[in-house]
């Protein structure tokens, strides 16, 4: 035996205010330990439909094909685009972040001939921005961010579906940091292909992606002329695994599973309305708290993100040094701007089991003592 | 709150006999339930070097690159594929079981001109089995499989890599049943890009796919014409959040690195050679068991997997309703065949923390007793 030159896993206890992961409540954390089944087990298979069924909830639809992708968020990302878009297909994307960025780079991989609906980082869209674009030229597919994670701002969804229908496409939704968090009606808004992520607002360790496909949507998948280009990604493969079939095709992270399950549980418990309420209430808590010190949001009222608050960093203050200090002096993660944002802004997460009125009230404290 | 109607999660204790998930170590649960920190926190990034550390002691190499991808074995699978891959490069690819078939179907994907040399089931490649293949036609890569999961053999890799290189190709290694169960030497191999996964003898759960790239492979990877096909799996990205830019491309399943680094730190306190002489030696009782009660393996001797045995099926025996029996009244898994050995073969894994002589004896009673 040698000797161990490697010590106990022995992190700092932080309390995690950034744009996820946030902190894992303790059930979940549990879930993580519970010894293993195997991925073709008859108990795991009723934990699967459990899950399945969970996140129906969660995503507030009835989708038969609603799964966790055996990646992060953007493995579910790229599963929203890649199983239904082929070489030369017309893709529009919505893009007013970091995330439309990455969906245009992603799509563009597949052959898509992109083209872009812009508005600037902070603002959103309106169904006559689509409208317009889509009269010009039609597109097999529209996506857009719904929470995007990298400037704080909640797009409205009402009114957009029934324009990207009219004009025959599909609407593919970026819910990673809403899902659990801030209403997300997938049928209700007419969406096609939802994805989100498990370690945002659901409070589950990173390393799944929700995922949820209509039957329209489902219909397009099959009706491909050529195979998915993305092998591990491919929902023809994928949705007989968790479909009736139970057809192996990669081992699915089991413990991952465990956690989400209980992530959901947890949220179920709660109740989505109440959860939204919780939410709603301790940003608004943050918020009033940053206004009184003189910290002023990026994204106006009206559309800004209860789960992430974007706030501009005041003037001749060294916004690193401020994160590094609150880590260290506190263990509090924030994290700071991404893309258009970076060195501007702070981003504060409120999401899952981190949005509590103890930790808006340590972090507006640790931040006055900080700033002065 | 709502009335729970999902029950506590509450498994079987599964002994884990199958051709993975292997049994986890208790000390690889406990880090599961670890509390998360944030993916770029600078506890987390000494973890993540520890992690690569430890995976280039288990791989026997000194790739720079060498990462757990964030998705299972075949995440890392495809990983190894697209980045080296791009449309119209010849590819060759050494078929002999179902995990052949996966790369064919994969690389295919990617716009390869897949060739195949291809052996029967359960056979294994000679050198000069590439040899005459490459002086046909070279290719850009060569790719096989080290330990088959599906057929029970292991492949001989002596003189491989001198051939493939000759030739001007890259060489690329499946060792996903073998890493850290039977000798893995990727650099005295002359291995350009090997790949794994977690949950076999590892004993970590599933959620990781250990990946490693040659200096040669990462020149071909740098030296594109065109940008990789995938974007979750794209290197060129991946490589800056794992090397020193620790860019954000996305969030690292936390808590699975969590456990890798403790699977690793297991096997490195066992030490590599005393790993590998327990798989072989808890493998060698089993086969003196099957045979002793006239279960014949797949595999001659001298190319059989200690990590993983396959066994025929003797004539008249239901197997599947055996499998079932072993799993309801002894809480053991093993599984069936795969493919061509579909209904005909058993498999056997004595993987990581499964492979123990208490795991091998009730098995063997057990099987007795179902047999008659």
Known sequence: MMEQPYADLDTSARILLGPGPS????R???????????HLDPQFIALMNEVQELLRTVFQTENALTIPVSGTG???MEASLCNFVEPGDPVLIGVNGYFGERLCDMAGRYGAEVRRVERDWGEVFSPEDFETALVQKPAKLVALVHAETSTGALQPMAGIAE????HGGLLVMDCVTSLGGVEVAVDAWGVDVAYSGTQKCLSCPPGLGPLTVSPR???????RGTKVANWYLDLTMVEKYWGGERTYHHTAP???NYALREALRLVVEEGLEARFQRHRANAEMLWAGLEEMGLEPCVGLEHRLPSLTTVWVPEGVNEAAIRQQLLSEYNVEIAGGLGAYKGRAWRIGLMGYSSRRENV???LSALKALLG
Chains 1, 2 share one sequence.
């Open 74 to 76: 953007s493995a579910s």
């Open 217 to 223: 949507a489902r219909e397009v998948l099959h009706g």
């Open 28 to 38: 979940v954390l549990r879930a993580m330990a519970h010894p293993l089944v195997g």
């Open 361 to 363: 009230l340590l972090l």
């Open 163 to 166: 324009v990207v229908h009219r």
């Open 254 to 256: 089991i413990s991952m």
């Open 23 to 26: 902190t894992v409540h303790p």
